[in-house]
């Protein structure tokens, strides 16, 4: 039987997750979003009397981001009413519902060991011909699903999805060393026609490709061009639409993006490079870990290197 995606489950309700889970309602897709179970109740919880079991706590993470698919201008949802075909829900209470959808598609935090704890999980509710695929921007994809079964590995692969998902036509597909030929079969096409992407295979190399390149550009900018005394400003005028870019430039990327986020994808890269070089390059610019440590970690913050005001 030809396999088909028409349920998909996405993991992660931050700034990737919530989009892609838009991305899918968009083209018809229901699917459910899942996220940790929050850990502290906000004061507006307490003020209700809820507790750490009620539900609306328990599924907030989600909930939330569902809320501000809706709100955002330009809308990441062209129609409010495509919301509900996005089921939110948590990884505690909800993961066995993954039996539900021919598709999982993991984008939590851009960490081995964290995603290697999750696929661990998910393989243990996981039934042969569900697709799993990780949206990491640059983790090895043989390592996230090392000490999986080999079934488990045949449907495993990387579709690395672009942000913002919704207007980024480029997606890498990462096959695994033992992903099936027929999973990518079915995943090139479906990303290509049903999503609207350009679809580029890529090696299980650090970073892959785009954010190998994108990495060392984003070094070199933050190292070298800052230091000549170049401003962020003049550096965005020269890296955004002028050039043919949609919307964003540089700086405005990597708050897009989130600078906690591109702080792990560069500490990955910069743990893989053996040549003394390389490392250079690739160290974490010291700005960059300044700001994370200040919490001016992008738009999701309202403060990176621009300011909401
Ligand atoms: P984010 O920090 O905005 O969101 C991560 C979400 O994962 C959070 O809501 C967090 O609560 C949740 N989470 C953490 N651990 C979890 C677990 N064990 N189970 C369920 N949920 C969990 O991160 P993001 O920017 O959305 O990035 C997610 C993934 O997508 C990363 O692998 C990242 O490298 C990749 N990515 C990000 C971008 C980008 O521009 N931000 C682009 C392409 C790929």
Same mark, same amino acid.
Request: aromatic content about 6%; charged content about 5%.
């Given at each position: 039987m030809e396999r088909q995606i028409r349920r998909a489950a996405v993991i992660g309700s931050g700034v990737?997750? /919530?989009?892609? /889970? /838009?991305h899918l309602a968009n083209v018809g897709i229901p699917c459910l979003l899942l996220d940790i179970v929050p850990s502290q109740l906000t004061g507006e919880e307490k003020r209700k009397g809820l507790t750490l079991d009620s539900n609306e706590v328990r599924n907030r993470l989600a909930v939330n981001a569902i809320k501000k698919l809706k709100k955002n201008k330009p809308a990441p949802l062209y129609d409010e009413d495509l919301a509900s075909l996005i089921t939110p829900g948590n990884i505690e209470d909800d993961l066995e519902r993954i039996k539900e959808v021919d598709w999982v598609v993991e984008v939590i935090v851009e960490n081995l060991s964290i995603k290697k704890q999750l696929f661990e999980r998910v393989e243990k509710v996981w039934e042969k011909g569900i697709i799993v695929s990780s949206n990491t921007s640059g983790i090895s994809i043989n390592a996230m699903v090392d000490g999986r079964s080999t079934e488990f590995k045949q449907h495993f692969l990387g579709t690395h999805f672009f942000n913002p998902p919704r207007y980024m036509k480029l997606l890498e597909i990462i096959p695994g060393d033992e992903t099936l030929t027929e999973i990518v079969d079915v995943m090139r096409p479906f990303c290509e026609n049903k999503l609207g992407k350009g679809v580029v295979i890529a090696k299980d190399t650090p970073n892959f490709i785009a954010n190998r390149i994108g990495a060392y550009s984003m070094h070199v900018t933050l190292n070298e061009m800052l230091a000549k005394g170049y401003t962020i400003e003049e550096i965005d005028a020269c890296t955004g639409p002028a050039i043919g870019r949609p919307k964003s430039a540089t700086f405005r990327t990597l708050d897009? $993006?989130?600078?906690?986020?591109? $702080?792990?994808i560069a500490n990955n890269m910069y743990e893989k490079v053996s040549d003394e070089a390389e490392k250079k390059v690739f160290k974490v610019p010291e700005i960059l870990q300044q700001m994370v440590d200040k919490g001016w970690i992008g738009e999701k913050a309202e403060q990176g290197f621009y300011k909401k005001v």
């Open positions: 990737m997750g /919530a989009s892609i /889970a /838009a897009i $993006v989130g600078l906690d986020t591109f $702080v792990h």
